[in-house]
């Protein structure tokens, strides 16, 4: 019984952990969005990598900035990968293309005008995490994140929402 009470105690106060830290965010202004990766199926410029699993958010601050983090299991250990915010859902075309902003963007990669949270490189257990920070504030197209296999084809997306 005294296991079950302590468990019961250790959650409630988790619980609470997870409102506090989400709280500064929403008081600030923050907005939030997150989702999970869904494996591409094979062909059509993509490649099957059917046990990725793990979640991307995006976060748009109160300053102007957006922050993306990706963390991500089931690559290829040792392989490097690409990741993109896109500017279409997943199911709608593949996630069509790269989020660009209409104007050059401090961090922005590439040419100044994109999202990128990679190219991050799997540790030994096919364990990756990507994050960037670029300084504005990403428009309601970004909606979701692709990642790209060695050599570009899209290999996994989540929706943010």
């Known amino acids: 019984m005294n296991a079950l009470v302590e468990k019961a105690g250790t959650l409630a106060v988790a619980a609470v952990l997870v ?6 965010l929403s008081a600030r ?11 591409f199926a094979a062909g059509s410029g993509h490649v099957a990598y059917d046990g990725i699993q793990g979640n991307a958010r995006m976060i748009r601050t109160a300053a102007g900035d957006t922050i993306v ?4 299991k089931g690559l290829v250990a040792g392989e490097t990968y690409g990741s993109h915010v896109h500017n279409q859902a997943c199911s709608d075309g593949d996630a069509g293309g790269h989020y660009r902003f209409g104007h050059l963007v401090p961090g922005g990669a590439l ?8 190219p991050f490189t799997a540790n030994a257990a096919g364990h990756a995490v990507g994050r960037t920070e670029v300084g504005a504030t990403a ?3 970004a909606v979701s994140v692709v990642i790209h296999a060695p050599g570009g084809a899209k290999v996994a997306c989540a929706d943010l929402g």
């Open 111 to 118: 040419d100044g005008f994109e999202i990128w949270p990679g």
């Open 19 to 24: 409102v506090l830290m989400a709280a500064p």
């Open 29 to 39: 202004g923050s907005e939030v969005t997150k989702g999970t990766f869904e494996s």
């Open 139 to 141: 428009g309601p197209t």
């Open 69 to 72: 983090v990706v963390t991500v």
